[in-house]
């Protein structure tokens, strides 16, 4: 079965710095990789995704995310953080090879941009 | 525009009392979820719907019913069986067979039992 971890509850960084939020997975194909944001009251929002090609996707608002298939890896980078980036930002995989077409997603990460 | 709209966006519920979340969608999506969201657990699969007229239980059932009488609406009804009904409700839509474009999020509906 396919599954995603983030394994950081909230990420502090200050703003201007570089922003990295981390997404590890388990699939047993080639996997479809996507990263949404959430802010407050709101439903998700779709950053990027990755489904065959380059290994680095870039997305909406500056934000990229790097394939990484040996180390099962798709974290979400920025390399410079706004106010504005404060939000939940959530990891989703889906195994082709898995019938039942649904995303599997992670736990959310709160990201805290410090002014 | 297309997209997926939820209603309403609050919801007060008494003890006992069931209640039903609209999520309606114009994107020509076949497939359809709902999420429950708490602090600090993620989204949980409740139901889903990969066509009309048919529906399966997600991860966590209990307490909740659907419905999927027309391709674009897809109620779902926290019954007074479930016991902690208080959550961020999420609906989603997907195009199945077109499965790299994820899916797409309504706006939620929070629900608080008063």
């Known amino acids: 079965a396919q599954s995603v971890a983030q394994p950081e509850d909230q990420v502090n960084v200050a703003e201007g710095n570089p922003l990295t939020v981390k997404c590890t997975y388990s699939?047993?194909?080639?996997?479809?990789l996507f990263w949404y944001v959430q802010y407050p009251n709101r439903g998700l929002q779709f950053l990027l995704k990755?489904?065959?090609?380059?290994?680095l996707v870039k997305g909406s608002y500056g934000f990229e995310a790097e394939f990484n298939k040996s180390q099962t890896s798709f974290h979400l980078k920025k390399p410079s953080a706004l106010v504005s980036d404060s939000a939940l930002y959530f990891c989703?995989?889906?195994?082709?090879?898995?019938?039942?077409?649904?995303?599997?997603f992670g736990k959310g990460n709160q990201v805290v941009v410090i002014p | 525009d297309g997209g997926i709209t939820q209603s309403p966006k609050y919801l007060f519920r008494k003890e006992g009392q069931n209640v039903t979340l609209s999520c309606e969608q114009n994107?020509?999506?076949?497939?359809m979820y709902w999420y429950r969201q708490d602090p600090g657990q993620g989204l949980r699969l409740i139901y889903y719907?990969?066509?009309?007229?048919?529906?399966q239980k997600g991860d966590i059932a209990e307490g909740y019913s659907v419905s999927r009488e027309k391709k674009e609406s897809f109620p779902l009804t926290v019954t007074s069986a479930q016991k902690n009904p208080t959550a961020f409700y999420l609906c989603?839509?997907?195009?199945?067979?077109?499965?790299?474009?994820?899916?797409?999020f309504g706006s939620g509906t929070r629900l608080t039992v008063v």
């Open positions: 989603a839509s997907s195009i199945p067979d077109r499965d790299r474009d994820g899916y797409t």
């Open positions: 699939v047993s194909g080639n996997p479809y």
């Open positions: 990755y489904i065959t090609g380059d290994n």
């Open positions: 989703a995989v889906r195994d082709p090879l898995y019938g039942n077409n649904r995303l599997a």
């Open positions: 994107l020509n999506h076949d497939a």
């Open positions: 719907s990969q066509i009309v007229n048919d529906f």
